[in-house]
């Protein structure tokens, strides 16, 4: 026999959140989540971060490391220590590797980093602080009848970021110009992709002018990235791009595209576009 009173239902989903660096629903949170240093070859360097358990429940968290790679549109790899040739995550030793936490206690890791003695130009790496205990009830949702409870495992990525001082080689060149064109509904695209053929961490700004027959310039589009300035790490490339805005007039145009990388001189392309 059917009974007439609602059922209620109870839905438990299990979210794993991976390589988070600013948890909506942390059950624990590291400070400072980047240290940028600048020692010099044969020093060591030491320095601290503290994790705190922002929840109710006790944890446990693993510390290691891992070297990483940025692909051509900004996406991050996380690889294991000491497969990337300017990581420097094998250099990094981390006391404790292991921590439990009570609720909203804090605990201290300290890491130390010796730097080679050949030792030049940008290296980096990312600390990785990973929940091993079992997952943490961050939130729970009601939709009529239905009870959503959202577990949350955190993995906290740190970066780590080592300069040499005076040792910086900053060389850079753009590689490639080409017309992304219009999408239904979208803009066309002017798609450029800029290589660092330095020894450091480039933080770049830059533009595309868009010259007519005459040599009269007709727009100026800002190079996009999500934020500015674009940061591109020794051997990567980037993908950038300028949005054309508005309609251009049939003719041949002229797109300049200027990139300052931080260098000496300003770096330029440049190619011809055909407007029918």
């Known amino acids: ?25 942390a059950g624990y949170t590291v400070v400072p989540m980047q240290f940028t240093l600048n020692a010099q ?3 060591t360097v030491t320095r601290t971060m503290n994790v705190e358990n922002m929840g109710q429940e006790p944890i446990s968290l693993d510390v290691s490391t891992r070297d990483f790679i940025k692909q051509l549109h900004g996406e991050e790899k996380q690889v294991e220590a000491g497969a990337v040739q300017r990581g420097c995550a094998p250099w990094i030793r981390l006391s404790p590797k292991k921590l439990d936490l009570a609720p909203h206690e804090i605990k201290t890791i300290h890491f130390s980093m010796t730097i080679p003695m050949d030792g030049k130009g940008t290296y980096w790496g990312n600390i990785l602080v990973s929940q091993v205990s079992k997952p943490t009830l961050s939130k729970t949702i009601k939709k009529g009848n239905t009870s959503f409870q959202i577990f949350a495992m955190q993995d906290m990525l740190i970066r780590v970021l080592e300069t040499v001082p005076g040792t910086e080689e900053k060389q850079g060149t753009i590689t490639d110009i080409s017309i992304n064109e219009q999408q239904a509904g979208g803009k066309a695209t002017i798609d450029i992709v800029f290589e660092n053929q330095g020894n450091c961490l480039l933080k770049c700004t830059g533009y595309i002018d868009i010259m007519n027959e005459n040599g009269e310039k007709i727009k100026t589009l ?5 934020h500015a300035p674009f940061t591109v790490y020794p051997g990567d490339k ?8 508005g309609d251009l007039s049939p003719g041949t145009y002229l797109l300049l595209t200027i990139i300052d990388y931080g260098g000496e001189d300003l770096i330029a392309g440049e190619m011809e576009m055909e407007v029918q």
Not at 1 to 25: D, E, G, H, R, W
């Open 1 to 25: 026999m059917m009974n007439n009173q609602s059922v209620i239902k109870t839905i438990t989903l299990l979210f794993v959140l991976l390589y988070i660096t600013v948890p909506a629903m």
């Open 238 to 245: 980037r993908a950038v791009y300028g949005q054309i805005q």
């Open 222 to 226: 800002p190079l996009e990235y999500g």
């Open 41 to 43: 070859p044969g020093k």
